[in-house]
């Protein structure tokens, strides 16, 4: 018999939140593990679970923060988006309050204002980030 390969679904997180000084900026987290960099939070969808709660509890694994999640960007499937495997991302915006610890798979935390980020990113989250900020100017 056949046996077919499909994509894993996983689900990252813009995190929204306001900085010290009071400027709008978002979550980015530099990964413990393999492929290393800064990334947006998430991680792979467990069985019996939804993207939105796979997308919540990721969020709080590596973020220490509960959030609430306001709406999907995209669903991003190049199958070269991760280079571990073929995933499948759904996207969301979610806002957050508090302090963010980095916990599980995060190195270390860093909330970024727009412009700070300027450098390269893990998975495709580059790609991710210029349709948020693309979106953001739209609204």
């Known amino acids: 018999m056949n046996k077919y390969k499909n994509p894993s679904p996983t689900v990252d997180v ?4 306001e900085t010290k000084d009071g400027q709008q900026g978002i979550i980015l987290i530099k990964r ?3 492929p290393f960099g800064w990334a947006l939070p998430g991680g792979f969808v467990d069985y019996g679970e ?3 709660q796979a997308a919540v509890r990721e969020a709080k694994e590596e973020t220490s923060l509960e959030i609430q999640l306001e709406c999907q960007l995209h669903t991003y499937s190049d199958p070269k988006r991760d280079p571990r495997k073929h995933t499948i991302s759904t996207v969301f915006i ?3 309050k508090g ?3 980095a916990s599980d798979d995060a190195q270390e935390i860093k909330v ?3 412009n700070q980020v300027n450098f390269p990113l893990a998975f495709d989250h580059e790609k991710i980030l210029a349709d948020y900020f693309g979106r953001k100017k739209q609204t």
């Open 14 to 17: 813009i995190i929204e939140i």
């Open 32 to 34: 413990k593990n393999p």
């Open 50 to 52: 939804t993207l939105e």
């Open 94 to 96: 979610a806002q957050a």
């Open 99 to 101: 302090n963010p610890v």
């Open 112 to 114: 970024f204002v727009g």
